[in-house]
């Protein structure tokens, strides 16, 4: 040992310590300053140890010994700062802080004043081996409590290190073990030199195990990351993952699936070499596509089934720091239940909910798309509407509609040509665009008749009506190509039948004209620009008896208006009842008049079927026939055939306060829609208006003109009137008076004329 050059590897040492405390200035680690405190203290003993080493004198010794023994003292502490923050103990500013630097504050002292008091040790010269002169120390009382002292420190020490090892998840075990297993040999190095050689020589090589010891603490607690550690933690992280992990070698060989991975596929870690042909299979990759990373979205399975998958599938390669591939993995996300929802989730953005067929918002999108998609197709926008849906409802109940709405949607489904995009608009209605070459009116008629025949558990034969718009000006927005289909639905709206009606600018028009007269109607009347015209009725004898009251509107700025022109507006938007209030007054005013001047003819006021829901007719009629003071005999009601038929019950009930209140009611019409002669007998009218236009028509002149002899006589036999309306010609007016017909209204005998014409024809003579 005297060959080592003790003294220079000390210095070394010491130099590599100052050189690493400089680092460490640097270093944010929060153990930083415990090591740096380590480092500076061990310091002090080595430079005691040189000191005694190369003592000349004793006085030297002295200082060399003291030194050491305060430095060992200062390096203990240091150690114990040091261990207590690493393994994370509450140490500084504890109690047992203080009383452990209250014990070392008295050794110091006691080391201190060792040269006065050789409380501690004293010096004895010894010679060396060569000619070398040594100080060798022999230990008092002092010295003992010393030890005592260094090893309490030292026992602290590694019962902190202990207790971590035994108390912490093995993988952390690494971290104190180092620490434990340097400084135990250390102190083991040292505790030889303490007892056994000390005593004979003074040099102590276990400073060099201490330096050594201080610079492993600097470089395990400061730059070592334990690779273990991370190792382990990466693994725990792979195979707890919910996604199903491959490692591939650079040989493109799997080494490795994390359980997710053996379990979805089937594998086991000793089966991994069927990974890379199954992957083959599922996900369609060549071993080329290992060559750089990827990302694909796999499906796998048909659509809503329960075996539908998604997958994320992504291919990283991976390098080492110096660029070459040493491998890569393959990850595999199992995304099915999100994308299911996501898909689900658009799925009711877009379709609505009863059929499934797209909804509104959607289908303006699609077609937005589809026309700024193709600039040179023309193509047709049509909208269906099933006539009084309502009615169904009402009638069959909502679960029925419903069921009727469905059934229309499969069927358009069934029927919906390549290139077609349809959709619930709302309620009853249906859109459907389609290129214009595509379309067929007889195939439309056919798929309607099948709707309508096929409106599930309901043999109701449904009335369809389909506007279709033809996209001449593909830039407006879809919601008025919408409207302009609706509206071409408007002007087909009453009619009994599935009908396919076309929009023009005339139905706009119409409509803008019909809003300007319904804007209007209130001004017109007050201005008496709607005016009552009369049409005679003659009885069997040719002599006048009555007249009908029928509306004319002489219009400021378009002129003579007939009633074809307003009072269907005015019905479809319930404004009607105005126009007929004003003509009942006008009857009542016209009867009063002729009252006063002693004329014996009757007035027929019409009563729209809308007025039903908008006046209460009974009420209204007594009230202005009191209001003019005449007789309710002389005002004759009007009620169309087809407001008989609804309501029955309400109505039969309105007709007999009307004839208990002394007024006589007339069916109008009749002929003209769904007569029913079962409907006579029931319903207790007057007079039966024949509608004559189904005579006029018909092909079998004969067969017309026995039924209307069988109603004329039929009437007859009920006490009920009978009056033929439309009679144009002297052979019809003489036919019907041969079959027994009452009475006469039409232009063979006068068409409706101003009340001051009629005046000046009829009653002047009179
Ligand atoms: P309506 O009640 O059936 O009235 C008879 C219609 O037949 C009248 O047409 C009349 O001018 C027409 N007419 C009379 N004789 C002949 C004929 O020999 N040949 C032909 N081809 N037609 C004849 P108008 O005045 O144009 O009225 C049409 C319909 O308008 C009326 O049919 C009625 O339903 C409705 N209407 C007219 N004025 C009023 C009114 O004040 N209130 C209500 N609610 N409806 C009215
Ligand atoms: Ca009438
Ligand atoms: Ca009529």
């Given at each position: 040992m005297s060959e080592l050059p003790y003294i220079e590897i000390l210095i070394l040492l010491m130099a590599i310590i100052l050189i690493c405390l400089l680092l460490s200035i640097k270093n944010r680690n929060p153990l930083a300053a415990d090591v740096r405190w380590v480092m500076v203290s061990v310091l002090v003993p080595m430079i005691g140890n040189i000191i005694i080493a190369s003592a000349t004198s004793e006085e030297m010794g002295q200082m060399g010994y003291t030194l050491f023994f305060i430095g060992t003292n200062l390096f203990f502490y240091a150690m114990m700062r040091f261990t207590a923050d690493y393994c994370n103990y509450d140490f500084n500013r504890t109690k047992h802080q203080y009383a452990v630097l209250a014990l070392i504050i008295a050794d110091i002292i006691s080391v201190g004043t060792n040269f006065i008091t050789g409380f501690v040790f004293t010096l004895h010269r010894v010679l060396g081996p060569g000619h070398n002169v040594f100080f060798i120390m022999h230990g008092g009382t002092g010295y003992v409590l010393h030890m005592v002292l260094s090893y309490l420190l030292l026992a602290i020490v590694f019962g902190m290190l202990i207790y971590k090892i035994f108390h912490v998840s093995r993988l952390y075990i690494e971290k104190y073990v180092v620490i434990f297993v340097i400084f135990l040999i250390s102190v083991a190095w040292e505790s030889y030199y303490m007892f056994v050689v000390l005593y004979y020589r003074?040099?102590?090589?276990s400073m060099i195990g201490y330096g050594i010891c201080v610079l492993l603490i600097y470089y395990f607690s400061l730059f070592y990351s334990p690779v273990m550690l991370l190792g382990h933690m990466s693994q725990r992280v792979v195979s707890d993952l919910e996604t199903s992990i491959f490692f591939f070698n650079s040989d493109r060989k799997c080494i490795y699936a994390n359980p997710n991975a053996q379990r979805m596929f089937h594998i086991t870690s000793l089966t991994l070499d069927k990974t890379v042909p199954l992957l083959h299979s599922l996900?369609?990759?060549?071993?080329?596509?290992?060559?750089s990373d990827f990302t694909r979205e796999v499906h796998i399975g048909s659509r809503n089934s329960a075996s539908e998958r998604y997958y994320r599938v992504q291919y990283h390669r991976l390098h080492d720091k110096k660029s070459r591939c040493i491998g890569g993995f393959f990850s595999l996300t199992d995304h099915t239940a999100e994308t299911k929802k996501q898909n689900e989730e658009l799925f009711h953005s877009r379709h609505d909910s009863l059929t499934h067929l797209y909804n509104r918002d959607y289908f303006s999108e699609l077609v937005r798309q589809e026309l700024d998609d193709n600039p040179d197709t023309i193509y047709l926008m049509t909208v269906s509407d099933i006539r009084d849906f309502k009615l169904v409802n009402d009638i069959f109940g909502t679960d029925v509609g419903d069921g009727i709405l469905r059934q229309i949607g499969a069927t358009m489904a069934q029927y919906a040509r390549k290139g077609t995009i349809f959709c619930?608009?709302?309620?009853d209605q249906f859109a459907l665009i389609t290129p214009k070459a595509d379309y067929d009116e007889a195939f439309v008629l056919e798929y309607l008749n099948d709707i309508s025949h096929n409106s599930g558990d309901v043999s109701y034969p449904l009335v369809i009506h389909t506007g279709v718009y033809e996209i001449s000006e593909p830039d407006i927005s879809v919601s008025v190509m919408i409207d302009r289909a609706v509206m071409a639905i408007a002007s087909v709206k009453n009619e009994w039948q599935s009908k396919v009606a076309y929009y023009d600018n005339n139905l706009r028009d119409n409509l803008i004209q019909e809003q300007r007269l319904t804007a209007s109607l209130d001004e017109a009347i007050i201005e008496g620009q709607i005016r009552p015209y009369l049409q005679p009725q003659v009885n069997s004898e040719g002599k006048i008896v009555g007249a009908e009251v029928l509306a004319r509107w002489i219009h400021p700025e378009r002129g003579f208006l007939s009633p074809g022109e307003f009072i269907p507006v005015f019905e479809k938007n319930g404004m009607i009842a105005k126009v007929d209030k004003h003509m009942w007054q006008c009857a009542c005013a016209i009867l009063r008049k002729w009252q006063d001047e002693g004329i014996d003819l009757f007035l027929s006021i019409n009563i729209s079927p809308k007025d039903f829901y908008f006046v209460d007719i009974y009420q209204t009629l007594t009230d202005m026939v009191s209001a003019y003071g005449i007789s309710t005999k002389k005002l004759r009601i009007e009620i169309t055939e087809t407001v008989m038929m609804n309501n029955v019950d309400n109505r039969l009930e309105l007709i007999d306060k009307l004839h208990a209140a002394g007024f006589l009611v007339e069916m109008d019409d009749f002929g003209s829609g769904y007569s029913s002669l079962n409907l006579l007998k029931d319903i207790p009218v007057d007079v039966l208006k024949i509608d004559m236009a189904f005579l006029n028509e018909t092909k079998e002149k004969e067969k017309a003109k026995s039924i209307l002899k069988s109603v004329i006589e039929l009437s007859e036999q009920l006490k009920i009137e009978s009056l033929c309306e439309g009679v144009e010609t002297r052979e019809q007016a003489a036919m019907l008076k041969a079959m027994g017909c009452k009475m006469f209204q039409g232009y063979y005998f006068s068409k409706p004329i101003p009340p001051e014409d009629f005046r000046a024809r009829y009653l002047s003579k009179n």
């Open positions: 003074p040099i102590d090589t996900f369609d990759y060549c071993d080329e596509d290992l060559y619930r608009l709302e309620n």
